[in-house]
Structures are given as structure tokens and as C-alpha cells.
């Protein structure tokens, strides 16, 4: 529990590095964006993203000060059935993802070459990451 | 994959929440397992065992070639 308690308060140092840096990035769009509507968008994300992260650096103070809670965090942390879950889910939506791109890119090739390219590219990286991470898991297990 | 797990929890007259606390798992894990939707890892499976006092053997039933 007390590696647990650690853990909570790393993730509440990068909370707030996210909060800094989305507050520099949304200076920065609202600051340099040469038509200020289109930066409207850009804001309301980071707006967002600093959002989520207050929510959760309150969440995670109040499971610092409550055992019940905090054990309550814990459980639901190391849950092997909500882990697999999570692993089906991402396994699940990596493949469906990939066979969107793969539909919209060859849509795209006869309405636009440029997205059709941009969506190839982003499948290579996509599947070249894929390959590179799952050699890496390949040796190290 | 069956197991004995609501029969022992009952006999020993244990909520889902006191035994989903005693393993470190969800209420929802613990219904999962009893409604055989869900196959314990290795580490649960010794763990609930050894809360039940029996062996896994006494405790999961495997029945041959599930799933090949």
C-alpha cells in the first residue's frame, strides 16, 4: 500500500506538469494563432486535458487522506479481471483502428491523395511501433 | 473453468465484498468467478485457495481441453 501511496503522488506531479504545459500550449495558440477563431478548438482541448487532471489531483489527495478510499483505489488498480479487460479493449481497438485507416486511406486515395498519404504514413508508424515494442516484450520475457 | 467458490464462501456464511477484500480484487471479479465467466490467474487461484483453507484442485475443476 505504501508503494501504492507513492505511486499516487508521482501521478499527481505529473498531473500538474500537464496542467503547465497545457497552459503554456494554450498561451502559446492563443498568442501566435493568425486567425483567433481557429485556435478556439486547440483551447477548448487543453481547457479540457487541465480539466481531467484537477479532477484527478483531487481524487487522488482525498485517497491520500481516506484508508477506505485509498484501499478502495488500490483494489481497483491491481483488479486482474478489469487488467485483462483493458488489454482485450486495447488489443480489440488497435486492430479496429488499423482497419479503419487501412478502408479510409484507399476511400481517401480517390477524393484526396494528400489524406490518403497522410493516413499510409500513419499506418506504417502505427504498425512499425507495433512490430519494434512486441520484439522488444519478445526478448525481455 | 467450474469451480467451488460460492459453495465454500456460503458454507463459511463470507459476503462477495469480505472475500473480494481478502483477495485484493473487485465484488465484480468475485461474481465473475462464481459465475465461471472468469478464469482465475494462477496467483488468485493460490490466493482464494489458500483462503478456503483446500488445495486449487478442491478448489477450481478442470474438465480436460477447454477452449482449444
Given amino acids: ?141 | 473453468m467450474k469451480n467451488k467458490i460460492q459453495e465454500l464462501r456460503k458454507a463459511r456464511k463470507v459476503t462477495q465484498q469480505e472475500l473480494a477484500d481478502a483477495l485484493s480484487v473487485t465484488r465484480q471479479t468475485i461474481i465473475s468467478l462464481e459465475n465461471g465467466k472468469y478464469n482465475a490467474s494462477l496467483t488468485l487461484a493460490h490466493k482464494a485457495a489458500q483462503f478456503f483453507g483446500v488445495t486449487i484442485e478442491e478448489l477450481f475443476i478442470f474438465e480436460g481441453e477447454e477452449n482449444l
Fill in chain 1, 1 to 141: 500500500m505504501e508503494k501504492f501511496k507513492k505511486q499516487l503522488v508521482t501521478s499527481n506531479c505529473i498531473y500538474w506538469l500537464f496542467i503547465a504545459l497545457s497552459i503554456i500550449g494554450a498561451v502559446l495558440v492563443v498568442v501566435f494563432s493568425p486567425n483567433h477563431r481557429d485556435g478556439n478548438g486547440t483551447v477548448g482541448f487543453f481547457a479540457a486535458m487541465i480539466a481531467i487532471s484537477v479532477i484527478n489531483i483531487h481524487r487522488n489527495r482525498k485517497a491520500l487522506k481516506n484508508e477506505k478510499l485509498l484501499k478502495e483505489m488500490y483494489i481497483n488498480s491491481v483488479d486482474e479481471r478489469k487488467k485483462q479487460i483493458t488489454l482485450q479493449s486495447a488489443k480489440a481497438s488497435f486492430f479496429i483502428i488499423l482497419a479503419s485507416m487501412l478502408i479510409a486511406s484507399i476511400v481517401f486515395r480517390f477524393i484526396s491523395m494528400t489524406v490518403s498519404i497522410v493516413l499510409t504514413c500513419c499506418m506504417m508508424f502505427i504498425l512499425i511501433v507495433y512490430f519494434a515494442v512486441t520484439a522488444y516484450y519478445n526478448k525481455k520475457m
